[in-house]
């Protein structure tokens, strides 16, 4: 498709996430009112994911797709995604956070990197760098405004 589209891969897994997202605020609107933060919903996501595996009626296919798909979490603002796909789609999830993360009006840092010893795997990083306009702990200014204007200030 990509040869197709005449489009590079991750423009076409940019665009893919924006009619996902247009899709799912037509077909299912509460699945983005749920959550008030894009940090909300990546974490429902990953919860939703986990169910629909251990749901799954076939023999082998919960742990095959628990096997694809693990978060760890790392506190607020701070996720790690180990994200395993033959069709190399790793780029998708990323495209998916970034456009949730613009629905929400929150900023994200992303970084991927290969894992050793499996092959089609990746794990991304995932910190809040904003959250509604006011930075996180990840944010390089935050340490700067909570020297000139104190904690409480960021948050009001």
Not at 63 to 78: A, I, N, V
Not at 102 to 113: K, N, Q, T
Not at 144 to 154: P, S, V
């Amino acid at each position: 498709t990509l040869s197709v589209t005449g489009l590079q891969e991750a423009q076409l897994f940019q665009l893919f996430s924006v009619v996902f997202f247009d899709v799912v605020e037509d077909v299912f609107p509460e699945f983005i009112r749920m959550c008030d933060t894009s940090e909300d919903l990546v974490r429902k996501q990953a919860k939703i994911r986990a169910l629909i595996a251990a749901g799954s009626r076939a023999p082998g296919e919960s742990s095959k797709s628990t096997d694809k798909f693990q978060l760890k979490d790392h506190g607020p603002h701070h996720i790690t995604v180990r994200y395993k796909s033959e069709l190399q789609l790793s780029g998708l999830y990323e495209a998916w956070v970034q456009e949730a993360a613009g629905l929400y009006g929150d900023e994200v840092a992303l970084s991927r990197e290969d894992c050793p010893n499996s092959t089609g795997a990746h794990i991304m990083a995932v910190k809040w760098i904003s959250i509604a306009g006011h930075p996180t702990e990840y944010n390089p200014q935050f340490q700067d405004l909570k020297k000139t204007r104190g904690r409480g200030a960021l948050h009001g």
